[in-house]
Nanobody, 119 residues
């Protein structure tokens, strides 16, 4: 599975950005896609994930501001980020989880896209 993320950039506090991540390759058994982020000096953390059955998991810190969605036909996951704050500054990583016939899961990561929010 290959993941191509795009959409990062520089935005002022209160602004919006939309991240996109397109999956390609062996996508037939992708069970979940989502976004993580890593701020300077901090560990990578979950932002939001969306399963193939439509279940979402969204970090408390972004609830009500960020929305995750998915276009199954395009095998693309989106992260709409509104009301951005300087604390949202981080490298955002796209993630896909594939589950094989034995229910073993495999995680794949995109290259990361930088989001910088200025105050």
């Amino acid at each position: 599975v290959q993941l191509q993320a795009s959409g990062g950039g520089l935005v002022q506090a209160g602004g919006s950005l939309r991240l996109s991540c397109a999956a390609s390759g062996d996508i037939s058994r992708i069970s979940r896609m989502g976004w993580y982020r890593q701020a300077p000096g901090k560990q990578r953390e979950l932002v939001a994930t969306l399963t193939s059955s439509g279940n979402t998991n969204v970090a408390d810190s972004v609830k009500g501001r960020f929305t995750i969605s998915r276009d199954n036909a395009k095998m693309t996951v989106y992260l709409q980020m509104n009301s951005l704050a300087p604390d949202d500054t981080a490298v955002y990583y796209c993630n896909a989880q594939r589950t094989d016939w034995s229910r073993t899961t495999y995680d794949y990561w995109g290259q990361g896209t930088l989001v910088t929010v200025s105050s």
